[in-house]
């Protein structure tokens, strides 16, 4: 684990981390539904229903998100690099598993089970590891390591339909398990960033000094409750998983929707294909813009914005009655999806700082796993009781735009009143430059994310400060213990020689004084 108050280089060997964070994305999002090309063969070898090999797919996103508390203690207590190498293990072995499975139960706990728990323990630790490295360049790192999704996506399906049809599903999940072996080599990417010497050093001193009067620190939390203290923690949480209900619902539906007003199966699956590409750009565009100095601060009603992009779309996507319609639909949704997969860590990110973030987002991913469970099933049983993909459509959109509403209202009226509160601390801060010294005051208008920019700022100067400070004393106490002799420094030298010009005498030099 990267040391407290480590710079993040935005850049190094973070673009290292960036590419191991982008095929882990693409692994975890785009697993579960390359997943569901094998399932005709499936239903053919088990003698079993849709709606069971739909299991498969329902269990890797259950524990893919519902494993989030657990991840988060591994990563406080292991670090990122350990768990998420055994979590590449646990992926791989449960599709190898599964190639030699005997009935559909045994899919479940290998492929559902195993692999799930393998690829959360990847993406999780994955995304911790991005926000120690970027800092400045966060927004667009997000960006382009979402972009992960829809390009696995791309290429996992077509992958599976030919592993499928030239080695059938066994050989085909026993290559896919050799494929995600890649896990570890990202896992291997994520090297711990080392503090500086200086906070090394700070902690010595601090054991040396405090001798038997020393206090014992408190463990570090593995999983920090206390980020629900925050109110800005709270508000996104609550609009994630109302969130969550209706995002998923349209790409699981798209298809089946285009089926029924007529449409050639080769032509219903193109609309996926449509709403992938535009995805695929979407996603860092977006990280770029949410990068821009003036959108940065306000980044929470960005994605706001996003949200209710996306649930309009689907609420106009819902009046289509043709073909043409769905692929619009499908570039609008692909774009506002594309948007809220690039945003919605990102702001999770500014809201808790780097330090609370691993605690976090398992507690968020526990909330989503929820609606996950939710949302999709809910949906299906609307249309069993109303026959018509309009109204499953459009509860997924009134689902998405309440979401936004919640996050924008909330988070103005409230985070706002918290920053008026704390306006009269933050409103002069002195800043010192050599002789000059300079009193900057604070805007009337600050946001959540400036005031604990400022905040660290100050942190972090006064934590120098108390290091120098603290080597002083040290050197000084050094200089007592040892003899006098050696505690000569050149200034004493200089004035014991002027001494000597002024007795006259002038053959004493430098050496003998020492």
């Known amino acids: 684990m990267g040391a407290e108050g480590v710079k993040a280089p935005d850049g190094g060997w973070g673009w290292a981390v960036l590419f191991g964070c982008f095929v882990i994305t693409g692994f975890s999002y785009a697993f579960p539904k390359a997943v569901s090309v094998f399932f005709k063969e499936l239903i053919r070898e088990f003698g079993v229903g849709y709606s069971d090999t739909a299991w498969i797919s329902s269990i890797l996103l259950a524990m893919l998100y519902g494993t989030g508390p657990l991840c988060s203690v591994l990563v406080n207590r292991f670090g990122c690099r350990p768990v998420m190498m055994v979590g590449g293990l646990f992926a791989s072995l449960g599709m190898i598993m599964a190639s030699f499975s005997t009935s559909i ?65 066994r050989g085909g999940f026993l290559i896919l398990g050799g494929l995600l072996l890649n896990c570890c080599v990202c896992g291997a990417l994520m090297k ?25 620190k408190p463990k570090a939390k593995l999983l920090d409750f206390s ?25 699981v539906f798209i298809v089946s929707y285009a089926k029924e007003l007529g449409n050639e199966d080769t032509k219903s699956a193109l609309l996926l294909s449509i709403l992938g590409f ?135 009226l409230f985070i706002r009143i918290k920053s008026s509160a704390l306006e009269d601390k933050l409103e002069s801060i002195t800043v010192t430059d050599d002789a000059k010294t300079e009193v900057c005051h604070k805007p009337s208008e600050i946001s959540e994310q400036e005031e604990k920019g ?21 050197k000084e106490r050094v200089k007592e213990d040892r003899p006098e002799s050696e505690t000569v420094d050149s200034k004493a030298v200089e004035r014991f020689l002027k001494e000597q010009r002024q007795n006259g005498d002038m053959a004493i030099s430098p050496e003998t004084c020492l």
């Open 227 to 251: 980020v629900f203290k925050d109110r800005g923690f709270l508000i996104y949480t609550v609009a994630a998983s109302i969130m969550v209900l209706g995002l998923f619902v349209p790409p």
């Open 454 to 474: 400022a905040r660290q700022g100050q942190e972090k100067e006064t934590n120098e400060k108390v290091i120098k400070k603290e080597e002083e004393i040290h």
């Open 278 to 412: 535009i995805d695929i750009f979407a996603r860092p565009t977006c990280g770029v813009i949410a990068g821009l100095k003036w959108v940065r601060p306000r980044c929470v009603y960005l994605f706001s914005f996003a949200m209710l992009f996306n649930g309009i779309t689907d609420l106009i996507g819902s009046q289509a009655k043709d073909y043409g319609s769905l692929v619009v639909f499908c570039i609008f949704f692909g774009l506002s999806y594309g948007m809220v997969g690039a945003l919605q860590f990102e702001v999770l990110m500014a809201i808790v700082g780097t330090e609370k973030f691993s605690s976090a987002i398992g507690l968020v991913l526990l909330m989503e796993a929820i609606a996950v469970l939710v949302g999709p099933p809910g949906a299906g049983r609307l249309l069993d009781a109303t026959k018509n993909y309009m109204w499953v459509f459009l509860l997924a959109g009134i689902e998405v735009v309440i979401s936004a509403v919640v996050l924008a209202t909330c988070n103005f």
């Open 105 to 169: 139960i045994h899919i479940y706990l290998s492929t559902g089970v195993i692999t799930g728990l393998g690829l959360a323990l990847n993406f999780q630790p994955s995304l911790i590891m991005l926000n120690r490295y970027f800092s400045e360049r966060r927004p667009l790192a997000n960006g382009l390591s979402a972009a992960g999704s829809p390009v696995a996506l791309c290429c996992l399906s077509p992958l599976g339909q030919v592993l499928q049809y030239k080695y059938g599903w």
């Open 192 to 216: 711990p960033l080392v503090g500086p010497k200086a906070l090394k050093s700070k902690v010595l001193e601090l054991d040396n000094q405090e001798g038997p009067e020393k206090t014992k």
